[in-house]
């Protein structure tokens, strides 16, 4: 379970997507299939931003009811992978370099969660020695608390990324040339 939850947060897939255009152009064409957050709110669409010397582009799926859109799009922590890449010049061509990884924000975030049960649970244990039931059941709760936390992740981590071959297709449609 542990590895699993390791290498969700921590892992990374490399991905080069080849342009069958220049520069400017692939740029113009990524560009033109990524989609602003609020202007998809019926569909399933690539969001993120487009440039010559970054890209970050994530997978934004259309909600099934007004509830998943609240939980869905402004509550992000659901570990899935953003693709994070520049554009290089080479002598065969423009070429897509980067790599698909969580958020750094998801992962400050979990690690912000992580401190914060394991500060309790040592202020916990620290509580103790004053030998109260309520200290016990204070302690009891937090341990609850954790094995929550990592089934929650281990929920979130074993779905299959089902987004990583969806922004592959997506990517490489809009840099590939059109067929005749």
Do not use: C
């Amino acid at each position: 379970m542990f590895k699993l939850i390791w290498n969700r947060i921590y892992g990374s897939t490399p991905a080069v997507f080849e342009s069958a255009y220049d520069l400017e152009e692939s740029v113009r064409r990524l560009q033109a299939v990524t989609v602003s957050p609020l202007k998809s709110s019926l569909m399933e669409v690539m969001y993120g931003e487009v440039r010559d010397e970054h890209v970050s582009l994530r997978r934004l799926s259309a909600p099934e009811s007004y509830l998943d859109d609240i939980f869905s799009r402004n509550i992000r922590f659901n570990l899935e992978p953003y693709y994070y890449g520049s554009f290089q010049q080479t002598e065969q061509g423009v070429i897509l370099m980067g790599k698909f990884s969580m958020s750094l924000g998801e992962k400050i975030w979990i690690h912000f969660l992580f401190s914060l049960f394991l500060y309790s649970i040592i202020n916990g244990m620290f509580q103790l020695r004053y030998n109260n039931w309520w200290n016990n059941l204070y302690l009891l709760g937090y341990v609850f608390a954790i094995l929550a936390y990592f089934n929650t992740l281990y929920f979130f981590a074993k779905k299959p990324p089902e987004d990583i071959p969806w922004l592959m297709k997506k990517i490489s449609e809009a840099l590939s040339a059109p067929e005749k």
